[in-house]
């Protein structure tokens, strides 16, 4: 197959070679694009240039010269190749017989073009001649380009195989230039056989249209477009046809099976889903011409704002609930995102569980990642175990229920604050010693610490700052306080007079 | 010696049965008798524990003894004395006075070592809690707020500059304590309109309501406004209220008697007027410093309480005489006006006022510059029973306005003449108020001891007397103080340059003498002070900047006797790290202290002394260099128990 694919290019240029001779007389500078001068004037064009040169541009543009392709391709023909290829289900035999017909309406038609040549002084005369003649060479080809499409029809599959299998090969840094330059030609005449053939058949044998078409066909690609535009607009009108009375809704209800697949576009005619809208219009071409066209391909949005679409709308299969048809009370579902999104969030387990909170559970991926992105940020929380987002919802809330109260979550911070505490007195405590001062007052108090140690321990959470209570107790008392009794030390009596604190010392 | 009294108290306790005794404490009412009474005996002791309703405790290690002896009838426990309390000591102090069932009001102001965990034992253990004061804990918060949720009963709740506390507590407080009377959430700045909201709709018992300060919008006095017990509303400094906001008040369906919007940048006369139409009843407006000029409407609409209004606060207004003229004629039972910093106010106004407000007992005419004698005049002519006159910066003011007021006004007790151009014949005339107990002369520097000397004659109740900077004060003067006002509580000596040990020897005898300032006084040493020391024990501030003779003996006797001192700054004295170790060591209750250019005290001395404090300390003024030169363990052990450290950069300036 590759082998061959390669093969038109010198095709091509041996048969420009061949017509070479001709075309610098052929040309006329005032009549570029002549009908019959378009063949002639490519291969002079390309003549100039060797292969290589050749710039995508270009290649654009002789993506639509299929004339000169066409008969390299009835020249190619004439080689043994195709027969080896296993996929072509074509007869080569009458192919062949088809191409040498071909072949001889070409040499019929080549004499004709000589004799005009020959002639050309003549003609300049003999008008009519020269119209006459040029009728029959028109009408000629025109019978050897449709026998040609004809032909190349039966080839088409093997076209589009081809195209698979050369693909890969384009973008090879080593692939051969010529290779790449050629693809696209081919590419381009596989989209346009078949408007191409519509086109002609038509026309049927209208000669002047066919010409003109053959010909646009021929010098911009773009053209053919146009032609297309003009179908879909049958294609709509036909589409019409198929829409809905208004005023009354229509109920779908989508099997369980089909709302659980993993999609979000469903196929209204066979109920295939698709991840995206685009999948499905272009999966929507299977269910016939009218959703081929590029309207309907388009994007939806514009369509819809033109058209009023009918009401649908959509029942839940699940027996019983509100959004099944069979309920006596029955409320539709908009969509079918409506419908997927109600069935499982209603009637399917809730599989997916939250990670940070593990507790909260969705039965849809995106209402998980909803609440991901809010988890941990609900620290408004109710005594109830009620949590918000707000802190007006909380406040509202607990306005509205008796008892209830914002809570407080245990934050480690204050603990840390807490230990740090501790460890500096811990310090501290550290540092009489250091300092060498004798702190006598320690005995008369001693006693009470024992106690303080005891309430610590009833209160269990009083335990990691034993020490610093104790600290509060002994630190740097100074000799001074040797002889007050901390029993019956009134802090509002005077402490000045000893005779005071003898008598509180006895007390 | 110890024997005999026990014997003889028992023979009393054989005839006088506890009842008795009771009856007999009842009706002894002084503090100081009190205490003479507990020190007879140990039965006079044990009936005065059982009369105990309400306990001050001044330092901390004495507080679970004194528990010990009084929970069983104590109702008040007043803590706010000792700061250094934290949850231990609260706890081990509640489990020591384990039936403190009565217990219904404490006050831990400032006490900022208590938190919830603490709060938290109180509420268990007091079940009839009514009353908590925990302002000025700057480490309250939410959590604080939800301990003290527990104790459902709370009536009085007072949470000033509370900083941490947010909505969340609040709700927490409002949910818990349905029965809330009075609450007061000054300073704390992160209550919003949404937890007032609640508090409003939970607590619906309030009272007194105190939301100065905080940062809420017109909404919260929508629905401060359905609060039908309303009486008593603050909201001073309230920034996003306006006028808008003063018209939900306009509905009157709450009970309100007192409204202070002063300092509300954005109230003006239209929403005041709409306050007035709203309360017919209302008694105290305080309007001072909102906007500059009195509205004539506003003015007006006074009339409206004509019978009820008795405080006007203008601070600060624009008050021409022919509006003065009109409140005298509305407001006929005004008791208190205000008219401090108020611009325009002349004699011919005063006098129109007086005319018409024939009760005025308090006026403050704080620099109504313009005012002269004749103003006083009819003052005293009108106002028979003012006690409080206000006339700080009336430089226009002499001695002669001062006769009228000394011998009309016989129940003056306070009056400020700060910067006046008295001499002591103002003292003379003054000195006929005997019931004269708060007297500020600074910058008064022509009264001299002749004028003291007046005033000790006949003024025996001064509790209050301000000398700052009159120079020609010397030690005669103080010792006649000191022999005719003998309840002195506070006694501003700055600068007071002539005054020596010697007056300060005099002044020793003022048991009272709770705070004493000596800045500046250069010629007092330490033996002064010991002096002072020894006699004033109840010393609680004391202030010796600038005392250049001033030694480790002074310090040493403070460290002593004067076990109460909670304030002192020794900035400049000539002490050395033995003394200043000596007096933090050894002062239990000292919070406040400033150590500045202490040039005999080097960084070890420094370090020794803080350590030797023991985290006791709440403030402390440092030099900046001594920043980098204390150890960080020390600054960072005195932070974590709460000590906020000022450093200071100024250059050694000798002479003040």
């Known amino acids: ?507 | 010696m110890e024997r005999a009294p026990q014997q003889s108290s028992d023979s009393i306790l054989a005839t006088f049965s506890v009842d008795l005794l009771i009856q007999i404490l009842d009706r002894v009412a002084d503090s100081r008798d009190r205490k003479s009474w507990r020190q007879v005996c140990r039965g006079f002791l044990h009936a005065e524990a059982l009369r105990r309703l309400s306990l001050r405790v001044l330092r901390l290690e004495a507080l679970q003894g004194l528990l010990r002896r009084y929970a069983a009838c104590l109702e008040r426990l007043d803590l706010s004395a000792c700061p250094s309390l934290d949850d231990h000591a609260l706890a081990a102090a509640l489990a020591s006075g384990a039936g403190l069932w009565r217990l219904r009001s404490i006050n831990l102001s400032r006490a900022s070592g208590v938190g919830w965990r603490g709060l938290a034992a109180l509420a268990k253990a007091c079940p009839h809690l009514e009353a908590v004061d925990l302002s000025h804990c700057v480490g309250v918060g939410d959590r604080e707020a939800a301990s003290l949720a527990a104790a459902a009963g709370l009536r009085d709740l007072w949470l000033d500059k509370c900083l941490g506390l947010t909505d969340v507590g609040l709700a927490k407080v409002a949910v818990g304590c349905p029965a809330l009377e009075m609450l007061g959430i000054k300073w704390c700045l992160e209550i919003s309109d949404i937890g007032i909201e609640l508090l409003a709709k939970k607590c619906q018992n309030l009272r007194v309501l105190d939301i100065s300060y905080l940062k809420i919008t017109n909404r919260s006095l929508q629905f401060v406004s359905s609060l039908r017990k309303l009486e008593d509303l603050s909201m001073v400094g309230c920034s996003h209220i306006n006028d808008e906001g003063l018209q939900f008040l306009n509905n009157g369906s709450n009970s309100l008697q007192t409204v202070d919007v002063s300092r509300c940048e954005n109230v003006t006369s239209s929403g005041l007027i709409s306050v007035i139409e709203g309360h017919k009843y209302l008694q105290d407006l305080n309007i001072g410093d909102c906007f500059p000029e009195l509205a004539p409407l506003f003015l007006s609409k006074l009339n409206y309480l004509r019978d009820s209004l008795t405080v006007l606060k203008l601070d600060g207004f624009q008050v021409f005489a022919p509006s003065l003229k009109i409140i005298g004629l509305n407001c006929r039972n005004l008791v208190e006006i205000g008219l401090s910093k108020c611009k325009w106010v002349t004699d011919e106004g005063v006098s129109e006022l007086v005319a018409g407000c024939v009760n005025l007992t308090t006026i403050d005419l704080t620099c109504c510059h313009l005012l002269t004698n004749k103003a006083l005049v009819a003052i005293g002519d009108k106002c028979k029973n003012l006690t409080c006159l206000q006339l700080e910066s009336c430089k226009l003011i002499t001695d002669n306005g001062l006769d009228c007021i000394g011998t009309c006004c016989s129940n003056l007790e306070e009056i400020d003449l700060t910067d006046c151009t008295m001499t002591n014949a103002a003292m003379k005339y003054l000195s006929r108020c005997s019931e004269l107990t708060v007297l500020k002369l600074g910058l008064c520097d022509k009264v001299s001891d002749e004028g003291l000397v007046h005033i000790a004659s006949n003024c025996k109740k001064l509790r209050v007397l301000d000398l700052y900077r009159c120079f020609e004060v010397t030690d005669d003067g103080l010792a006649a103080i000191a022999t005719g006002c003998k309840r002195i509580k506070n006694l501003n000596l700055c600068y007071c340059t002539r005054i020596t040990d010697l007056g300060l020897k005099h002044l020793s005898c003022l048991e009272d003498l709770h705070d004493l300032e000596l800045r500046g006084v250069h010629c007092v040493t330490s033996l002064g002070i010991t002096a002072i020391a020894n006699g004033c024990q109840h010393l609680t501030e004391l202030d010796l900047k600038h005392c250049h003779l001033v030694d480790d003996a002074g310090l040493f006797a403070l460290g002593q006797y004067t076990k109460n001192l909670r304030q002192a700054n020794l900035s400049y004295c000539q002490v050395s790290s033995m003394g200043l170790c000596n007096l933090l060591g050894s002062l239990k209750c000292l919070q406040d202290v400033k150590l500045v250019h202490l040039t005999q005290v080097p960084v070890e001395g420094f370090e020794s002394a803080l350590r030797a404090s023991g985290g006791r300390l709440k403030k402390l003024k440092l030099l900046t260099g001594l920043r980098h030169l204390l150890s960080p363990g020390l600054i960072q052990m005195l932070q974590a128990r709460g000590c906020r450290i000022r450093w200071v950069d100024k250059p050694l300036n000798l002479v003040p």
């Open chain 1, 1 to 507: 197959m590759v082998p061959e694919r390669r093969r038109p290019p010198e095709a091509s240029s041996k048969s420009s070679c061949s017509m070479m001779s001709e075309s610098p007389r052929n040309r006329k500078p005032d009549l570029p694009f002549a009908p019959f001068d378009s063949t002639n004037l490519w291969c002079g064009d390309r003549h100039g240039r060797s292969f290589l040169e050749f710039s995508p541009p270009l290649v654009t543009q002789s993506s639509g010269l299929f004339g000169p392709d066409r008969e390299t391709k009835s020249k190619k023909q004439h080689e043994p190749s195709p027969v080896d290829d296993p996929v072509m289900d074509w007869n080569p035999r009458l192919m062949l017989s088809n191409l040498s017909f071909l072949e001889q309406k070409i040499h019929q038609v080549q004499d004709i073009v000589r004799s005009i040549i020959s002639h050309e002084d003549q003609f300049l005369d003999q008008a009519n001649e020269l119209a006459a003649q040029q009728q029959l060479v028109t009408a000629d080809l025109t019978y050897i380009i449709i026998q040609l499409i004809s032909t190349a029809g039966t080839l088409l599959p093997d076209i589009k195989n081809a195209l698979l299998s050369t693909n890969p090969a384009v973008g090879r840094p080593g692939s051969n230039q010529k290779q790449h330059e050629i693809l696209p030609v081919e590419v381009a005449k596989a989209s346009q056989y078949d408007s191409l053939i519509k086109d002609l058949n038509s026309c049927g044998g209208k000669e002047d249209e066919l010409i003109k078409c053959s010909n646009n066909s021929g010098v911009e690609a773009s053209e053919p477009i146009p032609i297309e535009d003009h179908d879909t607009k049958d294609n709509d009108d036909g589409m019409d046809g198929e829409n809905l009375p208004p005023g009354s809704y229509e109920v779908l209800q989508l099997e369980e099976e089909e709302i659980l697949a993993p999609h979000t576009h469903f196929c209204l005619i066979c109920g295939k889903g698709f991840k995206r809208d685009a999948n499905l219009r272009m999966h929507m071409r299977g269910h016939g011409d009218e959703y081929k066209s590029p309207a309907a391909l388009a994007k939806p949005s514009k369509e819809a704002s033109i058209e009023p679409q009918p009401l649908r709308r959509y029942s839940c299969p699940f027996v019983g609930c509100k959004r099944n048809k069979e309920h006596k009370k029955f409320q539709p579902l908009k969509t079918i995102l409506c419908v997927k999104n109600h069935y499982k969030r209603s009637h399917c387990d809730k599989s997916y569980t939250c990670s940070r909170c593990r507790t909260k559970k969705f039965s849809i991926i995106a209402d998980l990642k909803t609440h991901e992105k809010h988890c941990g940020r609900d620290k408004w929380i109710c005594s109830c175990g009620t949590t918000f987002s707000r802190k007006d919802k909380l406040f509202g809330h607990v306005a509205l229920f008796q008892g209830h109260a914002p809570a407080i979550p245990m934050d480690d911070a204050k603990v840390l604050v807490t230990s740090d505490k501790a460890q500096v007195s811990e310090a501290s405590s550290g540092m009489p010693g250091n300092m060498g001062y004798n702190f006598s007052g320690n005995t008369s108090l001693d006693a009470q610490s024992p106690d303080i140690k005891g309430v610590d321990d009833g209160h269990g959470c009083f335990s990691p700052m034993t020490l610093d209570a104790c600290n509060i107790w002994g630190l740097a008392e100074f000799p001074h306080s040797a002889y007050e009794v901390s029993e019956s030390t009134f802090s509002f009596l005077a402490t000045g007079s000893c005779s005071s604190i003898q008598r509180n010392g006895e007390n």
